[in-house]
Every structure is written in C-alpha cells, then in structure tokens.
C-alpha cells in the first residue's frame, strides 16, 4: 500500500495543561496503551512514570479526571 500520510506519536494533554511543546514531558506521568510500541519504548526511559492501560477510552479517562499529565499515542 501507499504511504500518504506518515505521523510519529502524538501527546495528548487537557486544555489548562502547563505542557505545551513535547520537550515538557520530561518528569509527568504519562499514559500509554499497554504493552504498545510506544509504551515499549518509553518504560525504559527513566525520565517518565508510566500508567498502563487496556483502551484507549480508558487513557482519555486517564486525561479528564487528571491521573495522568498527558497520554501518548502511536
């Protein structure tokens, strides 16, 4: 198939979040869907705490109810 269109993971955060730019996150607690190539990656960077979750739903949970600074999405 063709590519048209290629985007690397995306942060998510709520609206009144102090992070705005990508270079924020370092120190936040981020949500990520479990066992993803991206919550992969980021469980071994010490910089993040990572929370686990099974769906996506439950990661934009996650955002609404402030349990997490942001989620992150590949």
């Known amino acids: ?3 048209y269109f290629a985007l690397g993971p995306i942060v998510v955060v709520r609206k009144d979040s102090s992070i705005i730019n990508p ?11 479990k066992n993803s190539s991206i919550f992969l990656a980021l469980d071994k960077l010490p910089t993040f705490k990572i929370i ?5 739903w439950t990661l934009f949970d996650y955002v609404l109810t402030n349990r997490v600074d942001g989620i992150v999405l590949d």
């Open 23 to 33: 270079n924020e996150i370092g120190g936040k607690t981020l949500g990520v869907i």
């Open 1 to 3: 198939s063709n590519t």
């Open 52 to 56: 686990p979750a099974e769906t996506i």
